[in-house]
């Protein structure tokens, strides 16, 4: 057992309950273990499961109530009052919902692959879940604190579509691989932008350890890099296949994509990791530019931590309730002519700076943030202004003259035919 | 390299979510594009002008309700404007006014329910569709007022209406008028300058009017391609002569201008019920039933007689062999025909936008079927 476990006070608290003899913790003011001296490995083992299932599990209730805290919202959002039928406010809905969902009948298409129809719903809920292992919730409230973090979660989260599209190839429908495709083609196109725009935090880290990014926020790096956290969060949004990004579902289009086969659990699965991304999108967001756990003393860090995520979360609905969906080509378009163009700024203007400045200090990081805000807004508007559609000269109704002639007499007054006839 | 693909073949509806009712549309694309399409009707064929023929003349109106079910206070006025054309009947003035208010606050309620769903299947998870259909109840509670019913009113006989408007339907009215307004300000202040409606519907399926023209399409999409043909104004029929209101017109012809026609309409069609508030007079609402029976005989002949309608030309032909009974009923469906050009909008357009065109015309089934 490295010492860097015991920094963190998750690892530390579960293992010394259980080898409190061993001398690294016997350092650290734990008097006894509950196994006998030797058996280090076996607590280590047991730690592992024990933070592990901890995490899971306060992931998936987390996803519980963010299920009910969405569907509360688009009420507000859309005028109504949203779920408010069973328990406290709605609050147990999700619960309900998950038993329903369960006991629903599992249905297998006929021309569908077996094994890889049921292994899709798998692959995508587990690394949806991996993807928190890597970022710290608190102080030293971690699974792992990588020295790769950052690369991590960029190769986890594209997983999610590896498994989209073994889940539509699988249910042999052909609206379900038109929006895989649309899957893929996101993956390929944002997955670029979404790396690009995270270099700047890293070279004004110097690390890619999310425990040394968070250290390095002396203010929250939204600040010091606007144009990387506008890229970035746009990117997520399609990623994770988000409105206005929302091509694989598409519901008015494609119905449900790649889900159109799955029934019971196996779609419950899909559904839970569909929010899961969306939580742990909300929480890398918040490590990487809103400064993670930091805050102010009184206020312990995991409040902090989950007030941003709130915050986040909140702004991510927000969108997907109000803007409409893009083409796929205009998405493809977005990402390859606007987004990469930002990122490529964005890296060059941050290398110049940090460049003057190598280990900026809290006043140098102000001044930086000083030139980034005006650097983003200009080249904002500019990419808008070249990638927007002109608006029509919307005529105003009048009067005026038909654009296309057409006779311009009213018609007799007995203009239908009448009478007559014998029948 | 050039890749070598094949199109595919991909059924969509009668069950699909945005298919606005049960259209089912075989559909061959090669990647993303729209190669072909074979649009199937039927699926909502409920016999309509059959049974009409087994129906007294009254009794025909409540199945002019159940054609195009979110606009039956326009199929109502066209149809007995028909009978009274048929039978001879004068109508009495108030009826007419009241038919007026009735009908022009159903094409907003109808524009109302075309623009969200043109949202929605933009991909705008129900949020304008909301605000839209939140107006539009308002509408239907005034309907409510008016003769009881929300959906399938019934409210017009011919020579007028069945029931005067009770005294509290007058300021319900008009606050409504200006809750109308409001809510299309709305609409315009999120929608018109919003990028993504904009890249989306700009550009989109343009026809030229020739075609439109040729294909007898009628209402806002042929007004939208910058057509000024607006029965009210061309052949005006009630009192749509005694009613100023401008034509609105607009010239691109694609997605955009057929939204955008619809919502400048919603504003016109508010104009001309203020203007029917004002001049509408105390007096009977249908004329007494010595004057026109219950069981109305028309005498030998045929008619057609068509509105404008929420949609397009809604006309009625109506021959009658002198019995109680139509001997045969057609109505000219705006939505069947406007819904011919679908091939030629979607030939060549991106599957995203295959359910927005789909949506532009602003079809209803339950019309295109009958």
Redesign the interface.
């Given at each position: 057992m490295s010492a860097a476990f015991l920094d963190n006070s998750l690892w530390r608290n579960v293992y010394c309950v259980l080898a409190g003899e061993s001398t690294e913790c016997a350092a650290r003011d734990y008097s006894s273990g509950l196994l006998p001296g030797g058996m280090e490995w076996l607590a280590f083992l047991l730690s592992a499961l024990v933070v592990a299932a901890i995490f899971a599990n306060a992931i998936l209730g987390g996803v519980i109530v963010l299920i009910w805290g969405e569907r509360r919202l688009?009420g507000r959002?859309?005028?109504?009052t949203g779920p408010n039928r069973w328990g406290p406010w709605g609050t147990l809905t999700s619960v309900a919902d998950a038993i329903k969902t369960m006991f629903k009948e599992d249905l297998v298409p006929a021309e569908a692959d077996r094994i890889l129809f049921n292994l899709a719903p798998v692959m995508i809920a587990a690394p949806a879940l991996i993807v928190f292992s890597v970022i710290p919730v608190g102080v030293g409230t971690y699974v792992a604190d990588l020295n790769v973090g950052v690369l991590f979660i960029m190769a986890v989260t594209s997983l999610t579509t590896l498994s989209v599209l073994t889940a539509a190839w699988s249910s042999a429908n052909?609206?379900a691989i038109?929006s895989a495709l649309r899957s893929v083609a996101l993956l390929v196109s944002y997955e670029i932008p979404m790396a690009l725009a995270l270099v700047g935090v890293i070279m004004l880290a110097g690390s890619m350890s999310l425990g040394s990014i968070i250290e390095a926020q002396a203010i929250p790096f939204i600040l010091v890099q606007p144009l990387g956290f506008f890229v970035f969060f746009l990117a997520a949004m399609a990623e994770m296949a988000r409105?206005?990004f929302?091509?694989t579902e598409?519901?008015?289009?494609l119905?449900a994509g790649y889900l159109n086969d799955y029934a019971s659990m196996k779609f419950g699965l899909f559904f839970l990791a569909e929010f899961i991304a969306e939580l742990s999108t909300s929480a890398i967001i918040t490590t990487l530019f809103l400064s993670g756990w930091k805050g102010w003393d009184p206020i312990p860090s995991h409040l902090w931590f989950a007030v941003k995520l709130i915050l986040v979360l909140f702004v991510i609905i927000w969108f997907?309730?109000?803007?409409?969906?893009?083409?796929?080509?205009?998405v493809l378009k977005f990402a390859w002519k606007g987004l990469f163009e930002l990122t490529m700024i964005n890296i060059i203007v941050t290398a110049v700076l940090i460049a003057i400045w190598p280990e900026p200090s809290t006043t140098e990081l102000w001044i930086m943030a000083a030139i980034n805000w005006p650097v983003a807004i200009i080249s904002i508007w500019v990419v808008?202004k070249l990638l927007?559609?002109s608006?029509?000269e919307?005529?105003t109704?009048?009067?005026?003259a038909?654009?296309?002639p057409?006779g311009t007499e009213?018609?007799p007054a007995n203009?239908?035919?009448?009478?007559?006839?014998?029948? | 390299m050039a890749v070598k693909t094949q199109p595919v073949t991909v059924n969509l509806g009668p069950q699909h979510p945005s298919t606005h009712g049960v259209f089912r549309m075989r559909v061959m694309f090669d990647g993303e594009e729209i190669v072909d399409v074979e649009p199937v009707f039927g699926y909502l064929h409920r016999g309509t002008e059959k049974l009409a023929e087994e129906r007294t003349y009254s009794q025909i109106i409540t199945l002019t309700d159940r054609m195009d079910y979110v606009s039956s206070m326009l199929n109502n006025q066209s149809y007995v404007l028909a009978v009274e054309k048929l039978a001879g009947i004068e109508p009495m003035p108030r009826g007419v006014w009241l038919r007026m208010i009735a009908s022009e606050l159903q094409r907003v309620a109808s524009h109302l329910v075309a623009t969200g769903f043109l949202l929605q299947d933009l991909g705008a998870l129900g949020t304008p569709l909301i605000y839209c259909m939140r107006e539009r109840e308002r509408i239907l509670d005034l309907f409510e007022m008016l003769c009881g019913a929300r959906i399938t009113n019934s409210y017009m006989r011919p020579g007028g209406v069945f029931m005067d408007a009770p005294k509290e339907f007058w300021p319900a009215l008009d606050r409504e008028l200006d809750d109308i307004v409001n809510t299309i300000d709305e609409l315009e202040a999120y929608l018109s300058g919003n990028e993504i409606v904009f890249s989306r519907t700009k550009g989109a399926a343009v026809l030229p009017p020739e075609l439109l023209i040729n294909a007898s399409i009628t209402g806002p999409m042929l007004r939208a391609s910058g057509v000024d043909w607006d029965l009210r104004h061309r052949d005006p029929y009630d009192y749509y002569d005694k009613v100023d209101f401008n034509r609105v017109l607009h010239s691109a012809s694609d997605n955009y201008a057929r939204y955008w026609v619809r919502v400048q309409e919603m504003r016109e069609s508010v104009k001309i019920v203020r203007q029917c508030i004002e001049q509408i007079e105390p007096g009977p609402v249908r004329p007494s039933f010595d004057d026109v029976p219950r069981l109305i005989r028309p005498p030998v002949g045929d008619v057609y007689s068509a509105i404008e309608g929420s949609k397009g030309e809604l006309g009625f032909y109506l021959v009658s062999d002198g019995s109680i009974a139509p001997y045969r009923m057609h109505a000219r469906a705006s939505s069947l025909i406007n819904l011919t050009l679908l091939r030629e909008m979607l030939i060549g357009e991106q599957f995203g936008d295959l359910f927005v065109i789909f949506g532009s015309v602003d079809l209803n089934m339950g019309e295109v079927d009958r």
């Open positions: 688009f959002f859309q005028n109504r052909r609206i038109l409105a206005p929302d091509l598409a519901e008015s289009e119905a997907r309730m109000t803007l409409p969906r893009l083409r796929v080509d205009q808008s927007g559609t608006a029509y919307s005529p109704p009048s009067e005026s038909p654009v296309y057409v009213t018609l203009a239908g035919v009448q009478g007559g006839g014998d029948k | -």
